[in-house]
């Protein structure tokens, strides 16, 4: 039924954008445009984005559309570059797009969804010191966009295990690697930090910095909109994990050590959720990059040639279902 998606097909390219926007017209029949969720955050722009999304909703639909695409392009791009699959397709581009569709929260323009752009390109910058001798300007540049998320998102300082053994993992590093990597990460968080000063506002700057990183004290934590269909699409989610960890297969060593680094950040995205209070659904629209490959990877390892139709079949069921619980 999806088999075309397989494909590399420019058309199918030039579609995913305007098929991508197609689930957003169900606002159309909405009276009130729901809000996506936020707990009060804090920081150097959270206050005029919650104005924001409050006069004009639509406009920050438009972004949350155009991040969820430059996101998807992204992806397919990697799996070009580092050969993550094994062929040229963009099935995807157009699975990250359904996961990106299930809930409100990835339909409109968050922080966090800015910040994990930011997260992705430093990482990119981290997959590219592969199999190279000169690191140094890739290693500078990880850290540099790292840290422009952390101001964007500061619960990405969390990721930093990510990094510390992600260089490792993908070249063999020695201590002057990380001095680069913590340099590019100072810098804009330097600069930002001296700009606050002179301004006179450096203290309410931390004093968010520590708001954000506050421990939970709901437990358990809850998603929000209908609890059930939230736990009949984890379950989903993972039964479709265990089933891809018989098909963990990726033949270029650059795309298995690519793929293996990025799954990292599901468990780093569930453990920030669950640790900090601030923290909400928004995380996980990073998480649905290394997912997105993953169940990519199932889907094509499969011998089954009907199991990339039922995983992305049971996406875009799950796709509908949480659109339609937003009308009614």
Known sequence: MFQQ????????????P??????????????????????NAQGWFYHNWQEGIMQKPWL??????????ITAYG????????????????????????LALTSLG??????????GILLFISLVFLFLIYHRSKTQAY???????????????PPFLAMLPLYFLGARFVKSTRWNDYVLLFAGFITPIWIWAAYAYLKGYLNFQWLSLLQWVEIQKTWPPEFPGNQLLWHLFFVFLI?????????????????????????????????????????????????LIPLSFLFSVAAFNSRKPFVSDLIFTGFFIFMIIFQIKLVF
Not at 75 to 97: A, C, D, M, P, Q
Not at 106 to 115: E, I, K, Y
């Open 5 to 16: 998606l397989r494909s590399y097909s420019l058309s199918l390219q030039l579609l995913l």
């Open 139 to 153: 290693l500078y540049n990880a850290g540099l966009f790292w840290g422009l998320s952390v101001l964007v998102y």
């Open 60 to 69: 920050f639909f438009v972004l949350g559309w155009l991040l969820n695409m």
């Open 75 to 98: 992806l397919h791009w990697i799996n070009i570059r580092f050969e993550v699959l094994g062929k040229r397709t963009v099935y995807v581009s157009f699975l990250f797009s359904l």
């Open 106 to 115: 990835f339909h409109s323009f968050h922080p966090g969804m800015l910040g």
């Open 239 to 287: 039964l479709v994990l265990l089933y891809n960890m018989n098909l963990y297969r990726v033949k270029k060593d650059v795309g298995r050590r690519v793929l293996t680094l990025m799954s990292q950040l599901i468990w780093l995205c569930t453990a920030i959720f669950l640790i900090f209070e601030r923290v909400s659904i928004e995380i996980f629209w990073v998480a």
């Open 18 to 39: 305007i098929i991508a926007f197609l689930p957003y017209l169900v606002f159309l029949f909405v009276a009130d445009i729901p809000q996506p969720v936020t707990h």
